[in-house]
């Protein structure tokens, strides 16, 4: 009965490598959205999908790229893994604006880049 | 200036006590306040939302927002240790951008 997972949980890797991250809801919602919460606790959005579509993508190296194959899913891939990218890593969902203020979030991945 | 100004903490309250949780902001263009809880190792989740000035209660929990002076505020009365979190909290523009900018979250805990 999740809402949002994520897949991994955790995921430790070296300096270099490429990886992703997975999400799905089954909330019905129709926008989804990736968080970075660094080590001081500061959530920031990266991007958000609203069916399939692009529609918020902040000052990110385009390392990273998000990927929506359905309005259920939403994958961040991202390549050449740097130190400064070792974070929590959220997904999240709504419905579309006006009631976008209402995210439900996923339990996180939490990334350690060695 | 960052847009939304949150103060950290951590905010360490006995049991029952009133906590009160405020952030402040610059854009001028915010029209929905929220506040979202994050215990530890799970992801935020909304607790409240306001729009526009005004005061909203929930419960124990009251979200205050004076747009005169850029300033909302979360009350919790009579808190418990379950209270113990992170609060954010967030703000929203009307259209224009839909992303939520969030502040950088207080820690409370409330001591049995």
């Known amino acids: 009965d999740t809402a949002v997972s994520q897949t991994p949980k955790y995921l430790v890797t070296q300096m270099g490598n490429d990886k992703s991250i997975k999400c799905e809801q089954n909330l019905g919602h129709d926008t989804m959205y990736w968080y970075k919460q660094d080590s001081k606790k500061f959530l920031k959005i990266m991007f958000s999908?609203?069916?399939?579509?692009?529609?918020i993508n902040e000052t990110v190296p385009n390392r990273f790229s998000p990927k929506s194959p359905d309005k259920a899913h939403l994958n961040l891939h991202i390549n050449s893994l740097e130190l400064g990218d070792s974070a929590v890593y959220f997904c999240?969902?709504?419905?579309?604006?006006?009631?976008?203020?209402?995210?439900?979030f996923g339990p996180g991945t939490r990334l350690t880049v060695t | 200036q960052k847009e939304v100004e949150q103060d950290p903490g951590p905010l360490s309250v006995p049991e029952g006590a009133i906590v009160s949780l405020n952030c402040t902001y610059s854009?001028?263009?915010?029209?929905?306040f929220m506040w979202y809880r994050q215990y530890s190792r799970k992801g935020p989740e909304l607790l409240m939302y306001?729009?526009?000035?005004g005061n909203k209660e929930d419960g124990r929990f009251t979200a205050q927002v004076d747009k005169s002076s850029k300033y909302i505020s979360l009350f919790i009365r009579d808190s418990q240790p379950s209270d113990s979190a992170t609060y954010l909290c967030?703000?929203?523009?009307?259209?224009?951008?839909?992303?939520?900018?969030f502040g950088k979250g207080t820690k409370l805990t409330v001591n049995p």
């Open positions: 999908y609203n069916n399939k579509e692009l529609i």
């Open positions: 306001t729009y526009s000035s």
């Open positions: 854009n001028s263009a915010f029209q929905y």
């Open positions: 999240a969902s709504s419905q579309q604006p006006p009631s976008s203020y209402e995210q439900y």
């Open positions: 967030a703000m929203r523009e009307w259209g224009g951008s839909e992303k939520l900018v």
